[in-house]
């Protein structure tokens, strides 16, 4: 009976924790998808009319703008690039600029080695389950996915409630738990890269898109879960 009972409980755990390491996965893929996605950057400059704020174009704004993606990917050894402004061609990017993408190319490439750990984690923790204890350890792995998802749902409705409410609070918090400085406290006056997300509220889309995004992976994944369950 107390072998039963470890035995349980051991596929419970390892269930729930292979369930939230792919949640984990599935919310900075999301992450990834949204962050990188050149169209959403180009609605966003036509929607905003941020060329002509900028007094530039919107090609020169997608230059910059491929600069700055390229070189968080790692595909790009500086976001420095020149580009005309107001009929004059100008570095688009500051050293104070340079600085803080430095910082958030470090988050993105840690971001990456968690998600595939969190990946690999998963599916050893599900391959393991399958091995040891076959049919059992497919619904256990069922199970500990369905619990996951009570609990990154609870969390993340928590962190959409906040975001709705204050999203600049939001967004403030989450800088000073990424980074150790304050080179992302920009001046919309002399930094452009600020001035390049100003209009209206990009960043709240970005954060509602990744969202979205992450939620509807999850629900087809647990769609998934379900019909296995239903032929378990």
Known sequence: ??????AGAVKLTAGILGGISLII????LSVHMVCFDRGMYADEYKKEKTAIH?????????EATEALLLYIQGDRD??????EI????????????????IDVKVLYENAMTVMWVCIAAFAVLTALQLILFKKQGAKSAIKGFFAA???SAAIIAALAVFLLVDFDTFWTSFHHVFFSNDLWQMNIFTDRMIQLFSGGD???TVCVRV???????????????????RKL
């Open 78 to 83: 500086t976001i420095m690039v020149d580009v």
């Open 202 to 204: 990009f960043f709240f």
């Open 1 to 6: 009976m107390k072998n039963e009972r470890f």
């Open 149 to 151: 998802n009570i609990i």
């Open 25 to 28: 996965a599935i919310l900075i």
């Open 86 to 101: 107001d009929g004059e061609t100008v570095p688009f990017y500051n050293e104070r600029e340079a600085e803080h993408m």
């Open 54 to 62: 900028m007094q530039t174009t919107d090609e020169e704004l997608m």
């Open 211 to 229: 969202v979205l995004w992450a939620v509807g992976i999850d629900v087809l994944l647990l769609l998934v879960a379900f019909a296995a369950k």
